[in-house]
Every structure is written in structure tokens, then in C-alpha cells.
């Protein structure tokens, strides 16, 4: 049974950090694109980053240079360094695995989700 249970979440200033981390289970992890998304309150789904099997890292223009995205195909978790956090990266964040070596930030491409982890930024 796929498994992806994230943790992390919470509430900071702005210009504070996160960590958001995604433990998953069920399926072959070090094979598999791994994406994180985030949704706010009346609106869609969004690609926040995504990693492939070697490396590769693709992110939102909102969170270039703010957002690292890392993983370890030895072992779990997935993890999502937030920086220099805003008021408008307040929203539900979800981690999801691909059934692919590479990525596409697409919430349509991704096989598996997790339950997601709210994040909330004060100004």
C-alpha cells in the first residue's frame, strides 16, 4: 500500500523557514520523480518543485531562490527547505511521487499524493 505522510508544517513570520518532510512507502521510491505542491484557500493546485531519480530540481518562478527541494534515494524522507517565507506561501502542501525517472511540475502527471501539511505565514 503506497503511503506518502508529510510533517513540517506550521505557522511562521514572514521572512522565517520550514522544513517540510514527506516519508513515503509502498513503492519503489529511488525510481520515482517526486513533487511537492501547495494549495491556497479558492485556488487550484499548484507545482511548487520537483526532483528526478538523479538530481535534477525544477521550481515555481514564486519560489526560485527561496525553496530547496532534496532527496536521498537511500532512504526516505523527501524534503522541502522553505526560506525567506512570505504571507502568500500560506496554503496546504502536499508531497507526490511520479511514476517516472524524470519530472513534470503537472499535478496531473503525479500517480500518488500525500495528505498534506498546512503552512500559515504572518506578515
Known amino acids: 500500500q503506497v503511503q506518502l505522510v508529510e510533517s513540517g508544517g506550521g505557522s511562521a513570520q514572514a521572512g522565517g523557514s520550514l522544513r517540510l518532510s514527506c516519508a513515503a512507502s509502498?513503492?519503489?521510491?529511488?525510481?520515482?520523480?517526486m513533487g511537492w505542491f501547495r494549495q491556497a484557500a479558492g485556488k487550484e493546485r499548484e507545482g511548487v518543485a520537483s526532483?528526478?531519480?538523479?538530481?535534477?530540481?525544477d521550481y515555481a518562478d514564486s519560489v526560485k531562490g527561496r525553496f530547496t527541494i532534496s532527496r536521498d534515494n537511500a532512504k526516505n524522507p523527501l524534503y522541502l527547505q522553505m526560506n525567506s517565507l512570505k504571507p502568500e506561501d500560506t496554503a496546504m502542501y502536499y508531497c507526490?511521487?511520479?511514476?517516472?525517472?524524470?519530472?513534470?511540475?503537472?499535478?496531473?502527471?503525479?500517480?500518488?499524493w500525500g495528505q498534506g501539511t498546512q503552512v500559515t505565514i504572518s506578515s
Open positions: 507526490a511521487a511520479r511514476g517516472r525517472w524524470w519530472c513534470l511540475l503537472r499535478t496531473d502527471e503525479y500517480n500518488y
Open positions: 509502498g513503492y519503489p521510491y529511488s525510481t520515482y520523480c
Open positions: 526532483i528526478d531519480t538523479r538530481g535534477n530540481r
